[in-house]
């Protein structure tokens, strides 16, 4: 799923994208696969939270700040 975070105080909107875990297309994505740190690309990694739900927390900085798309 692509994402653009809008936010006040940010001069342009933040690109992004969310996989779900488990997902078997995660490990052949290009985009996913070209992210070396496993510990950086775990921050696109939605993740089971109950029966039909799904989380991803969106970090804009600091530790465990997601991975933004340069575009």
């Known amino acids: 799923i692509a994402m653009c975070v809008l936010s006040r105080g940010l001069m342009r909107a933040l690109v992004t ?7 078997k297309l995660n490990e052949t994505d290009p985009l996913l696969m070209s992210i070396e740190e496993p510990a950086r690309r775990a921050t696109l990694i939605a993740r ?6 799904w989380r991803m927390d969106v970090r804009l900085q600091g530790e465990g700040e ?6």
Do not use: I
């Open 66 to 71: 997601t991975v933004f798309l340069d575009v």
């Open 48 to 53: 089971p939270e109950g029966k039909g739900t």
């Open 17 to 23: 994208r969310a996989y779900f875990q488990g997902e």
